[in-house]
């Protein structure tokens, strides 16, 4: 039961044009979401999160919007630079709980020059 | 941002022969690290969750017997494959959290571990 899905395995996307990347979950408890960068051979670095009381959270050219009527959650990256290139991970999790986090399959950013 | 190490980054074993991964928080006490598992193109598969001085909490068809994990000290963690088999090769990754609350702190990965079991 994968509950958490990023249902677009890759995204490609001209350099100072907006990526938008998407991420589904099915699980209510979920409360705290995070969305997590990856270059190959490397670990996930933190981007940035959002806690389920807040519907925007922006840090940058990052900015996370979460409706969790819909139980989804965007990641939008302006301007898009070739650096961005990686795979993001969306994940999720229940914070007062300190339970371990869920994350998503991950999303393919190509971002040309 | 917080540094978590992993040693060794690569390695190659023949197949029946254990190898033991070590993931170190290197400017913070983590107090829950957690052992991942990325096979190609796939998620970050949790495997198992430690706390410093007590069993850990293995996931759902994780065996224990076959991934051991000591967690010793707040800033070391090691996770050990023993008699390792082909299927075992994978990408093996560590987190390291120093609050309770994901608010409060956020985890932070290791760089992660190539293992090849010929």
């Known amino acids: 039961d994968q509950q958490v899905k990023q249902n677009s395995p890759s995204l490609s996307v001209q350099e100072g044009r907006i990526s938008i990347l998407n991420c589904d979950y099915t699980?209510?408890?979920?409360?705290?979401f995070l969305w997590y960068k990856k270059y190959p051979a490397e670990g996930p670095t933190f981007l940035i999160s959002?806690?389920?009381?807040?519907d925007k959270n922006e840090d940058g050219r990052f900015t996370v919007f979460l409706n969790k009527s819909a139980k989804h959650l965007s990641l939008h990256i302006v301007p898009s630079q070739p650096g961005d290139s990686a795979v993001y991970f969306c994940?999720?999790?229940?914070?007062?709980?300190?339970?371990?986090?869920?994350f998503g399959e991950g999303t393919q950013l190509t971002v040309n020059p | 941002g917080a540094v978590v190490s992993q040693h060794p980054s690569r390695v190659i074993c023949k197949s029946g022969t254990s190898v033991k991964i070590e993931c170190r928080s290197l400017?913070?006490?983590?107090?829950?690290m957690f052992w991942y598992r990325q096979f190609p193109k796939q998620s970050l598969m949790l495997m198992a969750t430690?706390?410093?001085?007590?069993?850990?909490?293995?996931e759902q068809g994780v065996e224990k017997d076959k991934f051991l994990i000591n967690h010793a000290s707040l800033t070391l963690s090691t996770l050990t494959v023993t008699s390792a088999h082909p299927e075992d090769s994978s990408f093996y990754i560590c987190?390291?959290?120093?609050?309770?609350?994901?608010?409060?702190?956020?985890?932070?990965f290791g760089p992660g571990t190539r293992l090849l079991v010929l």
């Open positions: 987190s390291a959290r120093a609050g309770v609350r994901m608010s409060q702190e956020t985890q932070y």
């Open positions: 699980n209510s408890m979920f409360d705290y």
């Open positions: 959002i806690s389920s009381i807040k």
């Open positions: 994940a999720a999790g229940e914070e007062t709980s300190g339970s371990r986090l869920t």
């Open positions: 400017d913070f006490q983590a107090t829950t």
């Open positions: 430690s706390n410093e001085g007590s069993k850990a909490t293995y």
